[in-house]
């Protein structure tokens, strides 16, 4: 046996994908990449894929360092490593128990490695990559690191900037590939209600905090949540998420009051606290675990459905969040998910959200979108309110049939819909196609330089009122339909054509 290699026969052995990871990462490596980032989604094995990474390089007699972003997950890494069967590990975080830095692993936090003498190593594996910590971009470009990779891992690499640091993106699998073999659970989503985020301002690419509070801590709104949950939830192990504390602990408290077992959790809460809440939570005792800005990473636990109160800009913190519930276990047929946050609708499935790319920090040329295919974002159900694929004909929560829709045709410089016969039939357009209509105009509004009054006369024009509603108003601009283009044309050419008739020019 090598110096520095500890018995590491106990491994599981790699699923496929997890195989064919590590081969992508190995083939990196050998074309000089330095800095490559394997991107693997939530629930792909990560700790067992880490675990093989260490095993080969100990069996060479180099020594590793495992960062991770939060105090409170170096105690979860080394029991997954121990449990693996790597027990030649070192801890650096404060004055841990398992301090040694003889040992030939050291799992270390990235806040205790910021004011530390870095352990001598030859391979460094940086987890929640996606985080960019100043400390860890400092230490990839220090030149006395500049021989040592750096292995990257993430379910979201998408940070701005990322690029910078990290020279090579491995995909090394897909959500949905995943639940299609079996390896994560397939998921339902309703969407029964969300806030009205018209007077919420976006700073730096996401909702103002504070007014997202206020548009989102509402009794009638919270009502709805609990609401919901007592009526789809079917009393499964729940993960709620709120914008705040406040608004987070004004869940757990309808809750309780509606006789549901839950419990709060935030980044202040004791490592001892929270993992008391995590043995209820398991034994079922407790039924919700309400939370704000936490509970996005790091959590292994059996959740079966997710109540997403938090509206947000962020497709890496949208994924995070659906992804604690996305891991398979034994009686689990889905994960049921509760968007009262408009996410799904503002950013689509986590299905359809991925990257080809890292992005390297420059601003993005109008229109550029480097994802694999930009999916439609998908409609909800009028029948019970599940989200649906855009192009989906059958609700899967509910079996209705979405009714096919009518050719469209040009008359008189409007848009008539046509059924099978040659006269033009009424069209009594539901909610979700009003607040969908409303989304394509605001989008054409800012193609256009208009303002958002524009959208709402247009929309009058089209339906006989104003979108007063919250629901239509929340809609966030959409790229439009051909459909809506050429009602926008129509309408331009006969407003043409009646200054022309009046005598206008």
């Not at 980032?37 to 020594?63: M, N, S, V, W, Y």
């Amino acid at each position: 046996m090598n110096s520095l290699l500890a018995p590491t026969g106990n491994l599981r052995r790699l699923r496929p994908h997890q195989a064919r990871a590590l081969e992508a990462l190995r083939a990196s490596l050998r074309a000089g990449h330095k800095r490559p980032l394997l991107q693997a989604p939530t629930g792909f094995g990560k700790t067992l894929t880490a675990a093989h990474i260490i095993a080969r390089a100990l069996e060479r007699d180099h020594r590793v360092i495992f960062a991770v972003p939060a105090l409170s997950l170096v105690e979860q890494t080394v029991s997954a490593f121990c449990g693996e069967g790597l027990g030649c590990i070192g801890v650096v975080q404060a004055d841990h128990v398992l301090t040694d830095p003889s040992q030939p692993v050291q799992v270390c936090s990235v806040q205790s490695l910021a004011r530390r003498e870095k352990p001598e190593a030859a391979l460094v594996i940086i987890d929640e990559a996606h985080r960019m910590f100043a400390s860890v971009n400092e230490w990839m470009t220090d030149p006395e690191w500049a021989n040592v990779p750096f292995i990257g891992l993430s379910a979201t690499p998408w940070a701005r900037g990322l690029g910078k640091y990290y020279d090579d993106l491995i995909i090394a699998a897909r959500t949905a590939e995943l639940i299609e073999a079996g390896y994560l659970s397939p998921f339902i989503v309703f969407a029964p209600s969300e806030p009205d985020l018209s007077d919420v301002a976006t700073i730096a690419g996401e909702f103002h905090q504070g007014e997202l509070s206020d548009a989102c801590n509402k009794s009638t709104l919270v009502g709805d949540v609990v609401a919901t949950w007592l009526a789809r939830g079917e009393k499964r192990p729940t993960l709620c998420y709120g914008v705040d504390r406040a608004h987070a602990e004004h869940l757990q408290q309808r809750f309780l009051e509606a006789g549901v077992a839950a419990e709060f959790v935030d980044a202040y809460t004791p490592v001892e606290e929270r993992e008391r809440i995590f043995r209820r939570f398991r034994a079922g005792v407790t039924k919700i675990i309400t939370n704000c800005a936490t509970l996005t990473t790091g959590v292994d636990l059996d959740v079966r459905c997710i109540v997403d109160a938090k509206p947000t800009k962020s497709e890496m913190l949208f994924v995070q969040t659906i992804g604690r519930g996305l891991r398979t276990a034994s009686g689990k047929d889905k994960l049921i998910v509760l968007d009262h946050a408009g996410n799904h609708l503002r950013l689509g499935l986590v299905t359809d959200i991925h990257h080809e790319h890292l992005d390297d920090g420059k601003p993005k040329k109008a229109g550029e979108d480097d994802r694999e295919r930009k999916a439609p974002l998908p409609r909800i159900c009028d029948g019970c309110s599940a989200v649906m694929p855009r192009k989906a004909a059958v609700c899967e929560a509910c079996g209705a049939v979405r009714e096919a829709k009518c050719e469209v045709d040009a008359v008189d410089g409007e848009l008539v819909e046509l059924g099978s016969g040659t006269r033009a039939e009424k069209w009594a357009p539901t909610a979700s196609e009003k607040r969908e209509f409303f989304g394509e105009l605001r989008f054409i509004a800012a193609e256009r330089g208009y303002s958002d009054g524009w959208a709402s006369h247009k929309f009058r024009e089209k339906f006989g009122h104003w979108p007063n509603d919250a629901w239509t108003r929340s809609a966030g601009p959409t790229a439009p339909s051909l459909k809506t283009r050429n009602w926008i044309r129509s309408r331009a050419i006969a407003f043409a054509k009646g200054r022309r008739a009046n005598g206008e020019t």
